[in-house]
């Protein structure tokens, strides 16, 4: 048997053995789970940070469910499926308004759905329809498109039920509209003409749901059936949106080898794998080529042709002596040429590149060890031991951070030129750098090391690994294989609150809405370290200068490195006193004793300086007005408030809403602890605040009960929780017969 043949055989019997050994292509990013529960997790979706692409593709999986629940990033929508093609199955909640058989109102509750999530999820208009039941039925569906608004509807009445189909929404007893394109926030009511009186035996209820139009039957049974039912499927459509990457500037960043961008609107895309390929087009080397040669059904090599799969396509080659020709069944003809194949291998040269190879092999293997033993070193100096055994005794942590090489940070910073520092203090310097795959970040390099700096720096990793939150600055990453350790953060655009409120030239520009904004968003990452948390975590430093600012201007909290986490049997710790003087909680600095309330007693000095624009500590005012907190406190007393207040939002807030912060402040600074309110209560008050100045038409509600459902915690007959935070909620009992709106778009 000649070379050549010996080569075709040898291919002959690999392939299909290839095919036999491969393994599944990866859906999702490496150690990243790839499930919660039934439901499968495809990059770039994930459920820990730095395994999804982004916060907005973050699934929550909540495993104390059997089996474990998904649900879409921070919020309480239930994710049932997600595809690459774009689509994310959910369930969403049924609006009802039923009564009894005197037709009185025994429950009216609506339903609503609040993508605000950048743009990256819409109401899939092709899947779904909207569907009003019931015989004595007015149904509504208002949404948002970005900014534009629209109310559709369904009227359905009928006086028995045998007018009723019982197989298809045909208009009597079921009638159904289609949704709006690009549909981001939609919320539905339901109400009654006759209160369901005649009608009460076979219809006591109007219904009002929008449903995946593939997996709704109709039929009369649901006028009564409905009533045990709260939640019916939903198809989201989802895409990535990024600034200044689109299909049409350049090509996607989350588009991978042997993948094209699929453009979804003017700022959308998706990514899709090229023809010949298959997987997901997300991960790198997550498109795989496509074996064609395994399914006759997926080659067209006929007769004697043999198939050679490709690189994204596949060729068919005939043996010695026939030429391939297409579109026969034959494939292959026999020809009167007569060809000469020769390989020849020269022993030589093949011996010269083994040698060379073992070579290389050698210097390169002695080089990585004397790198891995002085990583080693710096790993041991840096407290890598206690770091690893702080992480293990945490495991599940909320965030996955990488590890960086010191050539990578270096590249990044300029060799951390001194032009690149943003920002100094006793543990260091703060770098600016731009890594290779073009993020920008901020570089944290503490001083030369020692004992009482290993502590906080470990403390900071294993606090901001276990910490999942919008309005927290992401920890990306460490490296330990230095002098001194350094840690990653995403850069932050704009610096400090402390920078825009105490430069005269700043805060100028930072309007009482975003003031308020700042005020809630912080609020609302203590009111989630306290009890969001499996294991509650006390910040112990909040202050202007560790509040940061994004272009949109929300609220970033940094810096844990004195932070404490609190076991859950015990209300406060005996510490040694850490934080800073202004800020710092007086009960806490007389007894030793940190809890919540420390925070909550900092938090009030924040609302201070965003309502005042004045510094904390300052010797430049008269000496009994030099300490922000009494000076306040004192104004307050004199019912003088008027002169303490920033003069660039008095005349632009509401003073209604600058006397309730005011007065929520004097309760954050209660001498005694137990006399503040939670962070909890404050997040809530100041969430609901920044909704009346948002939409100023809600002050028209304020005598109706939708108000207490701004401005508190509730739960409904049924015993649904609300969260002003969240992104889906049902209310209870908030509907009059004529309809009434109150849009509740918060974050």
Request: glycine share 8%.
């Amino acid at each position: 048997m000649g070379i050549l043949e010996r080569f075709w055989l040898v291919i002959l019997i690999a392939a299909p053995l290839a095919a036999i050994v491969a393994e599944p292509a990866p859906i999702a990013k490496d150690d990243c789970p790839d499930r919660c529960g039934n439901v499968s997790i495809p990059y770039p979706f994930g459920t820990r940070e730095g395994c999804s692409y982004n916060e907005d593709f973050l699934i929550s999986c909540n495993d104390t469910s059997s089996p474990p629940l998904a649900f879409l990033a921070k919020s309480n929508i239930s994710v049932t499926n997600i595809t690459l093609e774009g689509r994310t199955h959910i369930t969403q909640f049924i609006a009802k308004d039923c009564y009894n058989a005197f037709g009185v109102r025994i429950n009216n509750n609506y339903a609503w759905l609040n993508l605000d999530l950048d743009g990256s999820y819409t109401i899939s208009e092709t899947r779904n329809k909207f569907v009003a039941i019931g015989c004595d039925t007015v149904a509504f569906a208002r949404g948002f498109q970005g900014n534009k608004t629209y109310t559709t509807g369904c009227i359905t009445q009928c006086s028995r039920t045998d007018y009723v189909a019982s197989d298809k929404c045909s208009g009597i007893g079921c009638c159904q509209t289609s949704i709006p394109t690009r549909t981001n926030y939609i919320e539905v009511a339901v109400t009654s003409y006759y209160s369901h009186t005649g009608v009460w035996n076979f219809s006591p209820c109007s219904y009002g749901f929008i449903v995946e139009e593939s997996k709704f039957n109709f039929s009369s049974n649901l006028l009564l059936d409905l009533r045990n039912v709260s939640r019916v499927p939903m198809v989201l459509d989802w895409s990535i949106r990024e600034k200044n990457h689109t299909c049409k500037t350049e090509k996607a960043n989350a588009c991978q080898r042997n993948s094209e961008c699929v453009p979804i609107d003017d700022d959308g895309y998706r990514c899709k794998c090229l023809k010949g390929f298959e997987g997901n087009p997300y991960l790198d080397g997550g498109c795989q080529d496509i074996d064609e040669c395994v399914d006759p059904n997926l080659n067209d090599c006929k007769g004697m042709a043999t198939c050679i799969n490709t690189e994204g396509s596949h060729t068919c080659l005939c043996p010695k002596g026939y030429d391939l020709v297409n579109g026969t069944e034959q494939g292959c003809v026999a020809n009167n040429r007569h060809n000469w194949n020769l390989i020849l291998v020269p022993a030589g040269i093949g011996g010269l590149a083994l040698l060379l190879v073992a070579g290389t092999w050698l210097f390169w293997g002695y080089n990585k060890w004397k790198l891995i033993k002085l990583k080693q070193k710096f790993f041991m100096q840096n407290g890598g031991l206690m770091l690893q055994q702080q992480l293990s005794n945490h495991e599940g942590s909320a965030q996955t951070a990488k590890i960086f090489t010191v050539e990578e940070l270096k590249k990044a910073t300029n060799n951390f030129d001194e032009s690149k520092i943003i920002g100094q203090g006793g543990y260091g310097a703060v770098y600016k750098g731009t890594l290779g795959d073009g993020r920008i970040v901020a570089i944290k390099k503490s001083h030369i090391i020692d004992q009482s700096q290993n502590g906080q720096f470990i403390n900071e990793v294993v606090i901001l690994l276990q910490i999942n939150h919008r309005n927290v600055v992401k920890l990306l990453g460490c490296c330990l294989e230095t002098e001194v350790p350094l840690l990653v953060y995403e850069f932050i655009t704009k610096g400090t609150l402390h920078h825009h409120i105490h430069n005269k030239n700043k805060a100028s520009s930072l309007t009482w809405e975003d003031r308020l904004k700042i005020a809630a968003e912080t609020a609302g990452v203590l009111s989630y370290l306290h009890f969001g948390t499996s294991t509650p975590i006390i910040h112990r430093d909040i202050k202007s200068t560790n509040i940061l600012l994004d272009d949109s201007y929300t609220a970033k909290v940094s810096y844990f490195g004195i932070s404490r986490l609190i076991p859950q049997d015990q209300a406060e710790l005996s510490t040694v006193v850490q934080g800073t003087i202004g800020y710092l909680d007086p009960e806490y600095l007389q007894t030793s004793q940190l809890s919540e309330k420390s925070d909550v007693y900092s938090f009030g000095v924040v609302l201070l300086e965003l309502l005042t624009g004045e510094k904390v500590f300052s010797i430049d005012r008269a000496e009994e007005e030099r300490n922000l907190s009494m000076y306040f406190l004192s104004a307050i007393k004199d019912n003088c408030l008027g002169k303490i207040l920033d003069g660039s939002i008095v005349n632009e807030a509401n003073i209604e809403h600058l006397n309730e912060v005011a007065n929520l402040a004097r309760r954050c600074l209660n001498v005694k602890g137990e006399e503040r309110p939670t962070m909890k209560e404050v997040a809530m008050e100041l969430e609901g605040l920044r909704m009346m100045t948002k939409h100023p038409w809600v002050n028209e509600l304020r005598d109706a009960e939708e108000v207490e459902y701004l401005l508190g915690e509730t739960s409904d007959k049924s015993g649904h929780d609300f969260d002003v935070s969240g992104s889906m909620s049902i209310v209870s009992n908030t509907f009059p017969n004529q309809v009434e709106f109150a849009i509740r778009k918060g974050r």
